[in-house]
Every structure is written in C-alpha cells, then in structure tokens.
C-alpha cells in the first residue's frame, strides 16, 4: 500500500527541522566511536559481527540503531555500555576513552533485570549507594526520578509486584538516578504488548525533554526508530557495518498522529527498502490443503 | 450414570486437587500406615505367628525359662501346656499314692510367685513387690476365695481349679505366709496362659505408646541422662555439625561460584573428597580428637561440608547473570558485586539448600553417635534394641523423623517471611510480618531522625 501513495523525498526538510540539525550538531559530542571491529573467534573460523564502526552521538540527542537481526546491534550496546570488549577500535565518552563499564554510561535491558529482593525505592538508590552516598541523600534522590517515570505510589512495592510497563519505567528510573552521560536502551520495550510500548514511547520522550540526557536506542522496529529518533544509523548484517545515518525529517514534538504524516511515513518507506530490498520479499506461499479442506473455498 | 459430586474429579491428569481434599488426603497419607499397622496389630486372626507368655511355668529338668511377657512360637506352646500338666497330673498321682516326695519348700516359693504377673498387672501389688511372699500369699488366697477375681487376662477354669487346690493344701497349714510352713509336698503348678501376638520386632501401637511414655517421663538413676537430656545432646550434636559446615562451607561455596580460580582451585577435590563415606574416617576422627563429643560433630561436618560446598556453588552459578551486568552499569565495583548483588541475589535458593543440607546432616546422627563413646537417643536404642525391647525403640525412632519432620515444615515456611519478594507469601507469613515492622518501624524511624540532623543545614 506505502508503495502506492507518493511520498516526498525523506531528505527534504522543513526549515524548522534544518535549523534544529543545524543547532544539533554544533553541540559537544557525547559519545564517540572510533573503528570499532568485533569479531567472535570459534573452533569454525572467526564471524565478524561489527566491521570499522564510527560514529558520533551528540550531547541531548536520541539516536536509535536499527538493522536485520544479526546485525550485531547487541553487540554493538554491550560494547559501548563496557559489557565486552572490541577486538579494535575506541568508544569516547566526552572525549575520554573508555573501557569496562562504568557509571557514565547507564543501559536499560531488555529483561528489566531488577533485583527482585530490593523494592523500587531501594532498586533506584543502588546507583548513588554504589558511588558511596549516604542512604538518606540516595533515598531522596530516588524518591524524584521515581516521581519523574510516575511510580511514586508504588516506592515500596517488589519487583513481581509491577507488570512489565512498571518494571521498565523503574529500570529507566534507576540508570537515570546516576545521572549518566549516555543512557543506553538495548530493545527495552521488545518484551512489552503493542498499546504498552506506545505508551512507554511516549513517556520515553517526555523524560527525555525533561532531563539532560543522551539515549542511544536499540530497536529493530521501525515505527518506534522513527518515531523516537533525531538520527536512526541504519546497520547491514554480516558484517555488521552501518549502511546510512539518516535524519528523520518529523518535526518534534512528536505525537502518534505524526505515523501518518507524509515525511514521516517516506522515512519510514526509505529505511524499510534497506533493509529489505523489495526484489527480496517473499512471493505469496501457495495455499496448502487439509483433507476435509472444502475445495469450493480454496 | 451421573456420581455423587464427592467422588467425582479425584483423579485429573496434571491438574490439582482443591485444598480441602489436598488437606484430607495429606492426613490419609500418614493415618494409612498408622491403620496397616493397628490392622495387624489388633486383628487377632491376622498373622500372630507367636504367642505372648501371661503366666508361666518351669518345667522339670529343663533348663529354659520363659517369663511372662516372652514370646513363644504358636507350634510350641501347647506342648509347653501339656507338659505342664504331665508334671501336674504326677503331682496329684503321687499325692493320692501317698508317695510325695518331700523337701519342696524352695520350689513351692518359686511356684506361688508364678502368680505374679496377674497381680501386677490388675495393680493389686506393685511391680516392685514380685517377690514379695507375703503380699503374693495374700492374692493366692484372694483369688481362691473369690475375694479378688482376675479379668484382663482373666484365669482359665482350669487355673482357677488349680489356685483352689493349692490354697486348700496351703490353707490346712497357716493362711498367713511363713517359709516354715509352706507345704513340704509340691504344689500344682499353674497351667502356661498366653495370647498370640507378633514377633518381639511389631509390637502393637499402645505398647509403643505406653514404653515411650514410661521412657519420657521415667526417672533415671542419678548420673544416667534422662530422655530429653538425651534428645538434647543428639540435637547439639547436629546442630553443631551443621554450623560448622555452614561457617565453612557457604563462604567456599560462594567464592568458587563467583571466582573460575576458587572453583577449579577447590571443586575437583572436593567432588573426588565426597565419595569417601564419612563413617570411614571414624575410627581416625576418634584418634585425632578422642572421646568426647569432638570426633561426632566432625562426623556431621565432613558428611556436610563437601555436598554444601557443591550444592552451593551451583546455586551461585544459577544467578542471572543480567543482573551482574546490570549493577556492572550502575557502577557496582567486584567486590560490591559480590556483597550486594550475589550473595542477596542467592539467599532464598542458599536457604532451601541449606535446608536440604540439614536433612542430609540429620542421616549421619546414628552413626556419629556410634562412634566412640556411644551417646544420645542412639546409646539408647542401641542398648534397648540389644535387649529386643523394640516397643522402646520405636519410639525414638519416631522422635527422630517427627523432629526433622516437623523442622523441616518450619523452616519451609519461614521461607516467605524470610524472602516476601521471592514469592507470594502465605497468609501467615504475612501477618509474622506486619508484625515485626509494626515493632521495628519506629526504631528505624527514629534513628533516620537522628541521621537527618547533620545532613540538613
């Protein structure tokens, strides 16, 4: 259907947007990556999953990576948040190389990964109680970035206590209490229902506007690439190299009316065709026959 | 064909019963072995393959004494009877010939203490005064007057024929007892009475009852222990034990889950180390750490600690290991991993282990108790189960199993007290804990007060 409307050219921006880049990319650079190459060696040979990353991400920007699984986006995250370690290359953080992880760089899961025997309260201190604050300034701190994700109803309750929305939003809560200089979000709403994950986008956004932070988001949705993001880096599998940077022309603020606005859907279209090619998709399989199939139906 | 509503749905493949008949079928699980036993036990047709010895005889020429209360098997005791009365059908012979042999003092002593048994279980003498002639003349002559008449076991015609013609003899000479003058010609020996029972090895259930209770609440001879005193020392002895397995063997335990280095530093040895049967070092531990109560709790540790340390890693390992990445981004350094992340991460699993570990602990008590000087329950049933007196074994065995029965069942549901995040507490564990915070809460809140006070400027 998407190839049947015309669409305008993704790159064309309103003047408001331009000026926004414009501004975007004057700020300091956040995080930097340097030729960054992973390669997993195995009794079969070695599979490069990341081949001469580079990029930059700057400072109160969202950049979402996106790419087929098996891309090595994982990998990608779990390198810059320190989890592995490259086989070459450098990750900076305001200018500073890093390596290991650290508490300049926060990372919301997938799996929430709470610890299930601390309350929300206690599970958003642990960052500043780990830098060696004292309960009582941890404790007040918590007590306002759960205000900020709207929990605060529920600072005494266990993790099984909160559906999958909750636990992530103290998730969120509690890699923003150590106050990071790059949040990443490694596909944090993947595990949650359609309705949720809009939600969570929405509230995502707001708590962005809200506080000095810079995300890089993991996603392999595009709708959500699109409508969270200032830049998406768009990857290519095997090897894992980053096959475009676009800049998503969508005016902010977004809202869900923007999925239907012609430079939003374009951008959409444009990404989508990297990703799968349109000769690629697969013909219409034929239909297959059951014995007590009515053949007048078929 | 539609069933009553009662006996429908008991048997649903994979799917679980209602508490009601969870509950009904728990308390069935333990009556039905309590009821195959009094099945056998009172259920006179059933097996008794021997029987229980009431009153008893000696019979000339044999040596063999059985005493009331032994078992003799079914095939042998009526030829006991018969020969009883052989001798008896003598007796008389000669005393119509006129032919008694005299001198028969002493054995009619013994013969008139034969009664014994019957007046002490009516309670008409106390079992201290078996051999009390005087009190044992007055009940011969009370039973053949009618005065006093035995029912449980009750005397058979023809014993109460022969208590009749022996007071008649005894009677023509004194009604009150003297040694000098007892009949010098034999008396009538009573006939054997017995009722079929089990081996000495099934006692009936009100045996068992009855000895433990006797057991429990005996006195003992000054410098003997008494039962609980006993119970108390076999508890310490695991107990310690266990405590020294756990002060050893969880800090292991843990360390070689976290540290690839303590693991294969450790975990060979100890795997290859557990399969040496912890009794085979006992002779060792005694020489080592002579008599005493030493060499038994090391017993209970070395059976312990080898499990404990695998079991324990193993457990450490299951951690998700998301969230030593996660605390890893939250800036957590290696050593705050391990004391806020792993070992809080692993207690409710550490603490189902360690209550599988002391089960295990509980199965070395007989042999640690064994080994050189015998103590506890176990010197006790040890010695008592010697002597075949297993109505007084049971007993501590079942001592044994309730406790670690009952232990285990405590600590199991100490579990949501211990761990509410773990799970969904029970109701009772619950209430245990509003109850404790409604003692703590305002102690914490008064020493944040007191915190606060530097920190405001």
Redesign the interface.
């Known amino acids: 259907m998407i190839d049947s409307i015309a669409l305008p050219d993704y790159r064309e921006k309103s003047p408001e947007v331009a000026a926004r880049f414009e501004r975007l990319v004057q700020r300091p650079v956040a995080l930097e990556v340097v030729g960054l190459t992973k390669r997993f060696e195995s009794s079969r040979g070695s599979v490069t999953a990341l081949d001469n990353v580079s990029f930059s991400v700057h400072k109160r920007e969202l950049m979402c990576v996106i790419g087929p699984s098996g891309c090595g986006k994982s990998t990608l995250v779990r390198i810059l948040?320190?989890?592995e370690s490259p086989t070459s290359g450098e990750v900076r953080v305001n200018g500073i190389s890093v390596s290991g992880?650290?508490?300049d760089?926060?990372?919301v899961?997938q799996?929430y990964?709470l610890?299930?025997?601390?309350t929300v309260k206690e599970n958003v201190m642990?960052?500043p109680?780990?830098?060696g604050k004292?309960?009582?300034?941890a404790e007040s701190e918590a007590r306002e970035w759960i205000g900020l994700v709207g929990l605060s109803k529920f600072e005494n309750a266990?993790?099984?206590q909160l559906s999958g929305g909750m636990k992530q939003r103290v998730a969120i809560a509690?890699?923003l209490a150590?106050q990071p200089r790059v949040l990443f979000m490694d596909e944090p709403f993947g595990a949650l229902d359609a309705q949720t994950r809009c939600q969570m986008q929405a509230y995502l956004l707001e708590i962005w506007k809200n506080v000095d932070i810079t995300i890089v988001f993991i996603t392999h949705d595009l709708d959500e690439a699109v409508f969270l993001s200032d830049r998406i880096l768009v990857l290519d599998a095997n090897p894992g190299r980053i096959r475009e940077l676009v800049e998503v022309p969508v005016p902010r603020p977004r809202s869900e009316a923007q999925l239907f606005d012609p430079t939003f859907m374009a951008t959409r279209k444009h990404i989508d065709h990297m990703m799968h090619p349109p000769g690629q998709t697969q013909k219409d399989t034929p239909v297959m026959r059951l014995a007590v199939s009515d053949p007048d139906v078929i | 064909m539609s069933q009553h509503r009662l006996f429908r749905d008991w048997f649903l493949i994979r799917r679980d019963l209602p508490q009601m008949r969870a509950l009904f079928l728990t308390c069935v699980s333990f009556l039905l072995p309590i009821a195959i036993w009094c099945f056998f036990s009172y259920t006179p047709w059933i097996w008794h393959p021997d029987v229980k010895i009431q009153i008893s005889a000696e019979r000339e020429g044999i040596t063999t004494v059985f005493t009331a209360g032994d078992r003799v098997s079914k095939a042998f005791f009526p030829e006991f009877a018969k020969a009883v009365r052989d001798e008896n059908a003598k007796v008389l012979a000669a005393r119509e010939a006129g032919t008694s042999e005299s001198g028969a003092k002493r054995k009619n002593q013994k013969l008139l203490r034969q009664i014994a048994p019957i007046a002490t279980i009516h309670q008409w003498i106390p079992e201290a005064d078996a051999q009390n002639d005087t009190a044992i003349f007055a009940i011969w002559r009370d039973l053949a007057v009618g005065e006093k008449t035995a029912t449980n076991p009750a005397l058979t015609p023809e014993n109460l024929k022969i208590v009749k013609q022996n007071w008649a003899v005894l009677s023509a000479i004194s009604t009150e007892f003297s040694f000098a003058q007892l009949p010098d010609q034999p008396l009538l020996k009573l006939i054997p009475q017995g009722k079929p029972s089990n081996p000495v090895y099934l006692p009936a259930p009100d045996e068992v009852i009855r000895s433990g209770y006797r057991d429990f609440t005996a006195e003992v001879p000054a410098g003997e222990l008494t039962m609980k005193e006993r119970y108390l020392r076999s508890l310490s002895i695991i107990f310690r034990g266990f405590l020294w397995a756990c002060i050893i063997g969880i800090p292991i335990g843990i360390l070689c889950g976290v540290f690839d280095f303590f693991s294969k530093l450790f975990e060979p040895f100890v795997d290859f180390f557990r399969y040496m049967p912890a009794p085979t070092f006992s002779t060792l531990l005694v020489a080592v750490l002579l008599a005493g109560d030493a060499p038994k709790i090391a017993l209970v540790f070395i059976g312990t600690v080898f499990q404990m340390i695998l079991v324990i890693s193993k457990t450490t390992r299951l951690l998700d290991p998301s969230l030593l990445e996660a605390a890893q981004t939250l800036g957590a350094k290696p050593r705050q991993l391990v004391t806020h992340v792993v070992v809080p991460g692993i207690l409710p699993n550490l603490y189902n282990d360690l209550r599988i570990l002391l089960g295990w602990a509980w199965t070395w008590l007989v042999i640690a108790e064994l080994i050189g000087v015998k103590s506890g329950l176990t010197e006790f049933i040890e010695t008592q189960g010697r002597f075949r007196n297993f109505d007084r074994v049971y007993p501590i065995i079942i001592l044994i199993g309730v406790t670690g029965f009952v232990m285990d069942q405590i600590l199991s549901s100490l579990h949501g007290v211990l761990f509410p995040w773990s799970g969904k507490p029970s109701p009772m564990a619950h209430a245990f804990r509003n109850f404790i915070k409604k003692i703590i809460s305002p102690l914490t809140a008064l020493f944040r007060r007191n915190r606060k006070l530097p920190e405001t400027p």
């Open positions: 948040a320190g989890l992880p650290g508490p760089r926060g990372m899961f799996g990964t610890f299930p025997w601390q642990f960052g109680r780990m830098a004292s309960s009582y300034s266990y993790p099984h509690r890699a150590n």
